[in-house]
């Protein structure tokens, strides 16, 4: 009997609350807040503060050529390569990547005439250094790209060798 009464007495209390509760809940409605689903949210895009250079997607091998000749002449004004790589807004690894395709157009400039002729639009740079990199290899054209490195009037930057253990 006991358990009979408990329920009951919920059954009151439910009731009565619920009727005075009705005559509230259009005042309380306005004061709740409303609940929003946790999306994903708007991606944010990254701010440039003033005089901080934005990189551009090299297309095509004059700009590897111009970005590292502006790199060439930073470093030739005073400042370290660390430096000069902050200034022109470009990674190390970016510029040793595409170094080949100066280095050919200082030494050979004939060899890199024939490649750029044979470059059109729409083709990979990756694929033209690759090309760079082979006629780089070779060897009258290797020791001069070292003495002109010697020289400072190529930069003296390598492609790092990983480790493979």
């Known amino acids: 009997m006991r358990t009979k009464k ?4 919920k059954r009151e209390r439910s009731s009565s609350s619920s009727s005075a509760s009705s005559s509230s809940s259009s005042s309380s409605s ?20 003033a005089g901080e250079k934005r990189q551009k997607r090299v297309l095509l091998p004059e700009h590897a050529l111009d970005r590292y000749q502006r790199v060439l002449k930073a470093v030739a004004s005073g400042l370290t390569k660390t430096e000069a790589y902050a ?3 470009v990674d190390r690894k970016t510029v040793a990547d595409s170094a080949c395709i100066a280095e050919l157009a200082e030494c050979d ?42 020289a ?10 990983q480790n493979k253990t």
Request: proline share 1%.
């Open 152 to 161: 400072g009037s190529l930069l003296d930057i390598f492609e790092r060798k």
């Open 109 to 150: 400039e004939d060899a890199y005439n024939r490649l750029r002729a044979s470059f059109k639009r729409g083709d990979k740079m990756s694929d033209f250094v690759a090309r760079c990199k082979e006629l780089c290899s070779e060897e009258p054209l290797k020791t001069e790209i070292i003495k002109k490195k010697e």
């Open 87 to 89: 200034k022109v807004g």
């Open 6 to 9: 408990k329920v009951a007495k």
């Open 30 to 49: 306005s004061l709740q807040k409303k609940k929003y689903k946790k999306g994903k949210g708007k991606e944010k895009r990254k701010k440039y503060r």
